[in-house]
């Protein structure tokens, strides 16, 4: 999430669907993932570095993701 707001802002982040997905709760975590994929979509052909850099950010918040539900899977166990 820190790289998103780095990356593209807070008032951007702010109204992302990403964090809209994440307020909604863990039911809706896998939803608030894919959407990182296409965040500033509209840049990628002027930016092209920005595919491989929402992909880094896709892989890093579900390896944290994961680590959180294993976690919590453990905990309940």
């Known amino acids: 999430m820190i790289s998103l707001?780095?990356?593209r802002g807070i008032n951007a982040?702010?109204?992302s669907d990403f964090i809209k997905f994440i307020k909604k709760?863990?039911?809706f975590y896998e939803k608030a993932s894919d959407?990182?994929?296409t965040m500033s979509s509209?840049?990628?052909k002027k930016y092209p570095g920005l595919v491989s850099r929402r992909k880094s950010e896709f892989n890093l918040f579900n390896i944290g993701l994961n680590v959180v539900k294993t976690w919590i899977k453990n905990?309940?166990?």
């Open 5 to 7: 707001i780095f990356n």
């Open 13 to 15: 982040f702010r109204n």
């Open 25 to 27: 709760g863990p039911k």
């Open 35 to 37: 959407s990182i994929k």
């Open 42 to 44: 509209h840049n990628f």
């Open 75 to 77: 905990k309940l166990s």
